[in-house]
């Protein structure tokens, strides 16, 4: 959205999933899915999800960390399985910009834009 745009606010939601990225790499497998709905679950399994989860809440940190330096104006929400940061002020491109600078993904994240209208028609 262009900066001088007086038609329209922009609100931006960034969530975070826990346990899950939004895409699979071919071959790639949720380890939550290993444990979940399964007779047996194996010792393995528990210790690959907890790596997995390990180093997944760690780039969601990173994520917020920098968009929270970028940008002082977050609502951030924390839920069971996730975390959720929207903001009507600070334009999704940069901060899409931003993540992918520091070497994070579409696949790390779920992106909802809203457009609200100031005035008038559209």
């Given at each position: 959205?262009?900066?001088?745009?007086?038609?329209?606010?922009?609100?931006?939601k960034?969530i975070?999933?826990?346990f899950?990225?939004r895409e699979?790499?071919?071959?790639?497998?949720?380890?939550?899915?290993k444990?979940?709905?399964?007779?047996?679950v194996?010792?393995g399994?528990v210790?690959n999800?907890g790596?997995?989860?390990?180093?997944?809440?760690?780039?969601i940190?990173?994520?917020?960390?920098?968009?929270?330096?970028?940008?002082d104006?977050?609502?951030?929400?924390?839920?069971?399985?996730?975390?959720?940061m929207?903001t009507?002020?600070?334009?999704?491109?940069?901060?899409?910009?931003l993540?992918?600078e520091?070497?994070?993904?579409?696949?790390?994240?779920?992106?909802?834009?809203?457009?609200e209208?100031k005035?008038?028609m559209?």
């Open positions: 959205m262009r900066e001088d745009n007086i038609t329209c606010i922009q609100h931006a960034f975070f999933d826990f899950e990225k699979w790499a071919p071959g790639e497998e949720s380890p939550l899915k444990i979940t709905g399964v007779r047996k194996e010792p399994a210790r999800l790596a997995f989860l390990s180093v997944r809440l760690d780039r940190a990173r994520m917020m960390e920098i968009l929270l330096s970028a940008h104006n977050w609502a951030v929400t924390g839920k069971k399985d996730r975390v959720i929207e009507n002020s600070f334009d999704f491109n940069d901060a899409i910009r993540l992918k520091h070497g994070f993904h579409d696949d790390e994240f779920v992106l909802q834009v809203e457009y209208r005035w008038g559209l």
